[in-house]
């Protein structure tokens, strides 16, 4: 059957009753690559069965739904959201609509109970979710900074501050005071409890391909204050008989500029290394305006959280922005039926937003994935209207609304869930 028709009769779709009940399906789905006991008792910790769902044939799950009660930066700060991962399919059953039912069903939930008005996702695949209604809501980039483009611009203090390097559970009370203390400024970042901390500075070994363990650098003021940190492992490598070691950054926050400088320039400095490479770091990445050669970074971007509004009206007020901004939204909504239609959405630069369907001329049209897009601050309106994906209505309103929707700093999410 094609999957424009949705999945016949034979497929059940229920609540998950536990994490073990994924296992199987996610098996499968991922080339027959179980996880680890040690794994799956971090990811079951942050099972949520109530938000999860299966699709079963012949009685046995075949497609799985975690969804997650999370907690996310948007622009004007930490607003709930609800997380959605391991959406996954076994072999047998794929093209049969499965997973566009196991969203559509968690999605109209959601609305119909007035859960969270945001979804979010990291994708394996970019092209699956803009199928329903998914848009681009972040990038990240990654960084290898290689021996010989070390050198800063300018060294921006940090005389006062002590390096430590601790294992990351010596190091979980810094790591959390440092990462809370900066949740609140970027779009897309996700306040983590104990158990969201565990998922972070997981450490499998068969994971590290042949690095060391995780390792966490702290920076602390003189009071003892951590103000950063990084997260990091380093792999042997030798090169004529010489260390080239590998060193390779998961995570690195700090409070202020001369910590964030100071905690790259230790990282730089480390004895037998080679390159260092940072796997996911924001697009404006202070880095970047902080190497005398960036080019050498060899920075290259690729796609990161994907979102999408549960109920318009309610996403674009959970928001703030970036300038005053009045303007008739005529949206597409195929998946979410009721956000389609026209909305007025009139907000200051103060925090005040409302957003309230009307009969009025619209200014733009766009469909929910442009909406998703922008809805973290990292869309432009403008670029998407170029690629032909937003019509301007009426002339003006393209730019004032990009500029509205707009959010400095870019966001960024430096965790998969």
């Not at 004007?76 to 959605?84: E, H, Q, T």
């Not at 039926?337 to 026209?342: E, K, L, T």
């Not at 409302?354 to 009969?359: D, F, I, P, V």
């Given at each position: 059957m094609a999957a424009g028709n949705g999945p016949d009769a034979r497929y059940e779709f229920r609540a998950a009753a536990e994490w073990a009940e994924f296992g199987a399906v996610i098996d499968l789905a991922y080339g027959g690559h179980p996880h680890s006991p040690a794994h799956s008792a971090v990811v079951g910790a942050l099972f949520e069965p109530k938000r999860s769902l299966v699709a079963c044939y012949g009685g046995r799950p075949c497609a799985t739904f975690a969804g997650y009660a999370l907690?996310?930066?948007?622009?004007?700060?930490?607003?709930?959201?609800?997380?959605?991962?391991?959406?996954?399919?076994?072999?047998?059953?794929?093209?049969r609509g499965l997973m566009r039912e196991l969203l559509r069903r968690a999605l109209t939930a959601l609305h119909e109970e007035r859960g969270e008005p945001v979804a979010v996702l990291h994708s394996t695949e970019p092209g699956i979710y803009g199928r329903f209604g998914f848009g681009l809501a972040s990038q990240a980039v990654e960084l290898s900074v290689p021996p010989e483009a070390r050198a800063f611009t300018h060294e921006p203090g940090g005389d006062s501050l002590t390096p430590e390097v601790l294992s990351p559970e010596d190091a979980s009370a810094a790591v959390t005071a440092v990462y809370d203390a900066c949740l609140p400024e970027r779009p897309g970042m996700l306040r983590r409890d104990a158990a969201w901390q565990r998922r972070a500075v997981e450490d499998e070994p068969a994971s590290r391909h042949g690095a060391g363990r995780l390792l966490c650098l702290v920076a602390s003021g003189p009071g003892g204050e951590p103000r950063g940190y990084a997260l990091y492992r380093m792999r042997p490598a030798w090169q004529r008989s010489r260390p080239r070691y590998e060193l390779t950054v998961r995570e690195l926050?700090?409070?202020?500029?001369?910590?964030?400088a100071f905690v790259w320039r230790a990282l730089l400095d480390t004895d037998l290394t080679g390159t260092v490479r940072a796997q996911t770091r924001p697009v404006d990445d202070p880095l970047l305006a902080l190497l005398d050669d960036p080019r050498s970074a060899a920075p290259?971007?690729?796609d990161q959280l994907y979102?999408?509004?549960?109920?318009?009206?309610?996403?674009?007020?959970?928001?703030?922005?970036?300038?005053?901004?009045?303007?008739?939204l005529e949206v597409s909504d195929a998946m979410c039926?009721?956000?389609?239609?026209?909305w007025q959405l009139t907000a200051d630069a103060d925090g005040f937003a409302?957003?309230?369907?009307?009969?009025a001329a619209a200014d733009l049209a766009l469909t929910a994935r442009e909406v998703g897009a922008v809805l973290l601050g990292g869309g432009s309106l403008v670029q998407l209207a170029q690629a032909g994906r937003v019509a301007e209505l009426r002339p003006g309103a393209l730019r004032a609304a990009s500029a509205a929707f707009r959010h400095d700093p870019a966001p960024f999410c430096p965790m998969a869930f």
């Open positions: 907690e996310m930066t948007l622009p004007g700060g930490p607003v709930p959201v609800a997380g959605i991962g391991y959406v996954a399919v076994a072999p047998p059953h794929r093209r926050f700090a409070r202020d500029a001369a910590a964030y290259t971007l690729r979102a999408r509004a549960v109920d318009l009206d309610r996403a674009l007020t959970a928001r703030t922005y970036s300038a005053p901004v009045d303007v008739v039926p009721w956000n389609a239609g026209r409302e957003c309230t369907r009307t009969g």
